[in-house]
Structures are given as structure tokens and as C-alpha cells.
């Protein structure tokens, strides 16, 4: 049936999933949040009442906030989101496993577009629609947080998302033979190392095997920020971790950079909070493996965006691409 004409709508909802919490808001066209509201992930292990739950959230929001004729479209960035099918696949951090036609389901409980798309996917269209890609071609943003790392690279200005969905899985390349156990099942994978998660297990194995006197010993909990502190003090243990993990880091971005050849690496997530104790050594490690005909040609730079702004902003990028749909209007 052919529907009326409709009035031109200025917002949509991002939503991003994270695995501790997910964050929700109301974006305009230019990128301001309007609303914004969170609820904790894991206290819904069930996916069916993930999705109602997050539904009536999402109609409160937007009801509060200029009802539902001003909104297009709901973006959805999840850990293994694949914006081909719709669908979260086989996530290793989540409660819900398999595949997840999470944009199926809020579209029939919304009534309204939905797109879901892996967190590096969205994030990288939100640093090029509002952040550090703007006006770049050729990028990658690399996203290292709590649940891992991922990625996503633009070419020629598209998006690069494979035959299936699932280009720039960085976080599974393998960069340690018979190394940690990964979320995916296999060993070694770079995130496993460079993640919230993996610098924490480093320092803990550097204290396993070491009687050398730290700070990190005196710490309650073991965090990024907390042993970026005992770095501020000079701890030279503290400092060996943020060390090994840029190393890592570099190792990875460089067999991604030597590939696809980008203007600029984009790195977003907790970890970059501590970029300071980061910088020198993935720099260093990243320019001692790049092809040497890349070498100072491959910019890395820390997001212009802020932590509290990013994963819902790209989120809502990722609304915008998605054909506009509304059993409403």
C-alpha cells in the first residue's frame, strides 16, 4: 500500500549494547543528544526480555522527548553485530548466544527502522559523520575497551564490511602461538592482550612472575587507571605492563596498516584513557613492523570524541544508513 507523504524527521535512537550496560539516546541531525538513559545488560540473560525491556525504555525516552512523529530510525552497535543480516552472530561477551535477529526484533516491537551493526562498525561511522575521520577516505578505527577490540575500515569512503559481515574482526587475529584462551575458542588472539581485560591479566601474570617491589601490589583492585597511577609514581612493573601491551598493539596495527594502506588509525575505547602510557611503545612497535614503504605515512591519533558521547553517537550514525520505516506514519 502506498503510504502518505511524511514530514521530514530531524532525530533518531542510538542504542548501544555493552556488556556490562546499554545506553540509549535521542540524537538529532547534527549530532546533539537530546536524551540519554542506561540500564545494566546482564540483568537480562534472557534475549526476549532484553528486547521488551529495551523497547519500553526506548518509547519512554522518545515520548518524553517529542513523541514518536520526530524519530526515523533506531541505530543498534552490539559486540558481533552484523549490519548485513541484522543480526547479532555468535557474540563471545554477551549472555545470548547463537545467532540474534535483534533488529527483526525491535523492529516488530518498535514499529519503527532498525539497524544493528557491530561497535567498531558504528563507531567508525560516527567518527566520520561527527569526529576524527571527517573528510578521510581511507581510515581505520580500531575500538579497545573492556569486551575486547574491533574494528572497522572505511575505502574510498565506504565501509568495508566483507562478503558475510564480518570484515575487521582485528581482535581475532592470532599474535601469540598457543597463547591465552580467547571468548571465540581459539588461542592467542590480540584482544586477549590488548583490552581492559588483557592488560588487567598481564599485570597479574607480571606479579605472579616477579618479586620485584610494586605499587600494583598495594591495589585494592587492579584497573587501567589504577595502574596508570603507579606509572604517574614511576613503578617500573607498571610501566613493563603498559609496555608489553603497546608492543602488542602495534604488532596488530601494523599488519592491518601494511593491508589496506589507510591515511589514519582511529583508536577509541577505555584504553585510550591511557594513551599516554601507550603511545611511545605502540608507536614504536608499530613503525618497527610496518612495511617500510608505509613508515611515517600511517597517522595513529586518539578520537576527538568523548567516552561518554561516542558509542551512542555512532550508534545513531548507523541509524541514518539504514531505509527509512514507520508502521506509524
Known amino acids: 500500500m502506498q503510504r502518505m507523504s511524511k514530514m521530514m524527521k530531524t532525530r533518531v535512537v542510538g542504542v548501544d549494547i555493552g556488556i556490562d550496560v546499554t545506553t540509549y539516546a535521542i540524537v538529532d541531525i547534527r549530532g546533539t543528544i537530546i536524551a540519554i538513559d542506561h540500564f545494566s545488560t546482564s540483568d537480562y540473560p534472557i534475549v526476549s526480555e532484553y528486547v521488551a525491556v529495551l523497547s519500553d525504555k526506548i518509547v519512554t525516552l522518545v515520548e518524553a522527548n517529542g513523541g514518536y512523529e520526530t524519530v526515523r530510525s533506531v541505530g543498534i552497535s552490539a559486540p558481533s553485530g552484523n549490519f548485513l543480516t541484522g543480526s547479532i552472530e555468535n557474540a563471545a561477551n554477551l549472555p545470548w548466544k547463537g545467532i540474534i535477529p535483534l533488529a527483526a526484533l525491535m523492529r516488530d516491537s518498535l514499529g519503527l527502522a532498525v539497524a544493528v551493526g557491530n561497535d567498531a562498525h558504528a563507531t567508525a561511522i560516527g567518527e566520520r559523520v561527527y569526529g576524527s575521520a571527517h573528510g578521510l577516505q581511507n581510515f581505520v578505527v580500531v575500538s579497545m575497551g573492556h569486551g575486547g577490540v574491533g574494528s572497522c575500515f572505511f575505502s574510498n569512503g565506504r565501509a568495508h564490511l566483507g562478503d558475510s559481515g564480518s570484515a575487521g574482526e582485528i581482535g581475532h587475529i592470532c599474535v601469540e602461538d598457543h597463547g591465552r584462551l580467547c571468548g571465540c575458542g581459539r588461542q592467542g588472539c590480540l584482544e586477549r592482550y590488548v583490552s581492559v581485560g588483557g592488560l588487567i591479566q598481564t599485570a597479574r601474570e607480571m606479579l605472579a612472575e616477579s618479586s620485584e617491589d610494586s605499587l600494583m601490589r598495594q591495589l585494592p583492585e587492579l584497573t587501567p587507571e589504577a595502574i596508570g597511577e603507579c606509572c604517574d609514581e614511576g613503578d617500573q612493573l607498571a610501566l613493563k605492563v603498559y609496555r608489553q601491551t603497546g608492543e602488542m598493539f602495534g604488532i596488530g ?77
Open 253 to 329: 596495527l601494523s599488519f592491518y596498516a601494511s593491508v589496506i594502506n589507510p591515511e589514519a588509525i582511529i583508536l577509541t575505547g577505555g584504553l585510550t584513557n591511557q594513551w599516554k602510557w601507550l603511545e611511545e611503545p605502540t608507536q614504536l612497535s608499530f613503525n618497527e613492523h610496518l612495511f617500510p614503504n608505509l613508515r611515517g605515512k600511517v597517522e595513529l591519533q586518539v578520537s576527538i570524541i568523548t567516552d561518554a558521547e561516542r558509542d551512542v553517537m555512532g550508534a545513531s550514525a548507523l541509524a541514518w544508513e539504514v531505509e527509512e520505516y514507520s508502521l506509524f506514519i
